[in-house]
């Protein structure tokens, strides 16, 4: 016998409720002309993931209940039977269930046993671990339905489900993305193939949500053709596939050709996938989707004529399109005529509109306020802080008046060592670059570069841009390395300390220079009163500033 399983890939948005029943009902349509007889959608896809403390409000569950009283009513007009995440009431709690649909009837509910409590996973907190349940025969197949962390655990139930008869296995997922995350993922899910014999169906959501980024890719592995079917990353998608059934021999999967994603239009940026492309697209995902999810116009963000802001002044329009981004040049008395050009270039090959609001008058204003109160004092970082502090408030003062989002432009090496100013360049509602250290952002920005050469336009970042020495231009002749190690050097240190809790003495073993490692060591732990007031910005890494990382700023510890 043969069937066809659609994987629908879709982007849902957490608490939209009626959104999610739309798009659900959308996609399975969409899936029943390509032939689909089964639709099977990502973990928690009707309520969104993750919902968090939505579920302590009981209204929330009672419009869920309502919406999910619609949905097989619907799928039994659109005449295909589906497999989707929602939130169920069980063993005197709630359950992360999987429903599964059949001719408009709902024939069964698959709770989540293994509930992830760690990184940004706080299951536990909302959901009881629930027991377990046989395969649930689907058109004679046997089914082994499991979700996402059931899966990755050694101790999980799939094999259990497989002595008790199931021939395939299918598994949802809301596995956010992380840097060599679909990698394991291949990896893991092949091995549990090979382990046991049967093939895995492997569904995954898409799409942003605050600091998390769910990247898609979803895809199936068959024991003999290993993986036959892989959708797209970072975009809406379905992609059907064969199931072969034979009672006697098993089940097996085949690929089809050809896929519905819903691809984002980015200049200079489509082909084939790289490292840097799959980052510099999950980074696309997570600002588009803040904006438009949060009701956003567009965005604003101060460009400098450094390299941080140039980078997310390209994300921005690539993720948003030009017309949505406004940049603004805030120049002072330190302010090289260099960075001037250099901002006035990269606005003009991007199509956006940039607008100059000089600051020394205000910072003028300021310094004679202050006068009196500083009489006798030293000038020192408080008159530099004056000045990103006069462009927050310029920035948020465009924010509010026009609907826009104010992205900050700082970077995760900044943020790190508190090369930041609190309540001045710290300020805004979403930092696009956060996770990213400085390395990586020059590596992002070179690569864009090539890729618009490659497609025959124009390079959006000026190549001085790229080249000169970083500069926070609050003081004469200022420069990084004055307050910073090379960021080469500091980069290095920082994803041993922040990203992989080495100690000082293990870094120093790693051929560092004490002195150094217990400089950056410090200012790492002395700021995280800085980051607890951060916006949030997308997670790449294993260990971001935010869920992945939570230290209290009261704390008397010290590695030093």
């Known amino acids: 016998m043969k069937f066809h399983l659609a994987m629908a890939q879709v982007d849902s948005h957490v608490g939209a409720l009626e959104k999610n029943l ?18 099977i959608f990502p973990e928690l896809v009707l309520p969104g993931y993750p919902p968090e403390d939505l579920l302590h409000k009981p209204l929330f569950l009672e419009r869920l209940a309502a919406v999910e009283a619609e949905l097989p009513g619907i799928l039994a007009g659109i005449g295909v039977d589906v497999i989707y995440g929602s939130v169920r009431r069980h063993q005197g709690g709630l359950g992360n269930a999987a429903v599964w649909v059949v001719e408009g009837v709902e024939r069964a509910v698959v709770f989540k046993r293994c509930l992830p409590n760690y990184g940004v996973f706080d299951e536990r907190r909302y ?13 004679g197949v046997p089914v082994g339905l499991t979700i996402c962390e059931d899966l990755w655990q050694e101790s999980g139930p799939l094999g259990e489900l497989v002595e008790g008869g199931a021939r395939l296995a299918i598994n949802i997922n809301a596995s956010p993305y992380r840097l060599h995350k679909q990698a394991e993922r291949e990896s893991l899910v092949t091995r549990r193939v090979a382990t046991h014999g049967v093939p895995v169906v492997y569904v995954n ?10 990247d898609g890719n979803s895809f199936a592995v068959d024991p003999v053709a290993g993986i036959v079917c892989q959708a797209d990353h970072c975009r809406e998608d379905l992609r059907l596939l064969s199931l072969f059934w034979d009672p006697a021999g098993g089940a097996r999967l085949g690929g089809q050709p050809g896929g519905q994603g819903e691809a984002m239009r980015l200049r200079g940026v489509e082909g084939a996938s790289d490292p840097d492309r799959e980052v510099y697209e999950v980074l696309l995902l997570g600002l588009r ?10 965005v604003v963000l101060g460009l400098s004529g450094g390299i941080d802001s140039a980078l997310t002044a390209v994300i921005a329009a690539d993720a948003l399109g030009a017309e949505r981004v406004e940049a603004v040049m805030m120049p002072s008395r330190f302010t090289s005529p260099e960075s001037l050009e250099d901002a ?18 205000i910072f003028a204003a300021f310094r004679e306020e202050l006068r009196a109160e500083f009489q006798g004092l030293p000038e020192d970082v408080t008159e530099e802080n004056l000045q990103p502090r006069i462009r927050a408030t310029l920035l948020m003062a465009l924010s509010n008046k026009k609907g826009s989002l104010l992205l900050t432009t700082g970077n ?13 360049d710290m300020a805004g509602g979403f930092s696009v670059l956060k996770d990213l250290l400085k390395r990586m952002v020059y590596r992002l920005a070179y690569a864009r570069n090539r890729w618009a050469r490659e497609a025959g336009e124009e390079p959006p970042i000026p190549e001085r841009v790229l080249t000169k020495a970083p500069t926070a231009e609050l003081r004469p002749d200022q420069k990084d390395t004055d307050s910073l190690p090379p960021y080469d050097l500091l980069d290095r240190i920082l994803a041993l300390y922040v990203e992989q809790e080495y100690g000082l003495q293990e870094i120093v073993d790693e051929g560092f220079d004490r002195e150094t490692v217990v400089r950056v060591i410090g200012l790492v732990d002395r700021n995280e009163y800085k980051r607890r007031q951060s916006p949030p910005g997308v997670r790449i890494t294993r260990r971001a500033f935010g869920k992945d990382r939570r230290y209290p700023v009261t704390n008397g510890f010290r590695i030093l």
């Open 127 to 139: 959901f009881v671990p629930c027991g377990g349940s046989g395969p649930f025969h689907w058109r």
């Open 412 to 424: 995760k090496s900044e943020v790190s060592v508190g090369y930041a100013t609190l309540y001045g």
């Open 205 to 214: 959501l898409v799409g942003g949500q605050d600091e998390l980024v769910f």
């Open 22 to 39: 739309e798009r659900l009902c959308r996609a399975a349509g969409r899936a029943r002309e390509m032939g689909a007889d089964l639709v």
């Open 344 to 361: 006035a270039e990269g606005a003009r090959r991007l199509g956006l509109r940039l607008v100059t609001l000089p600051i020394d008058a």
């Open 289 to 298: 989707d803040y904006v438009q999810k949060n009701g956003f116009k567009g």
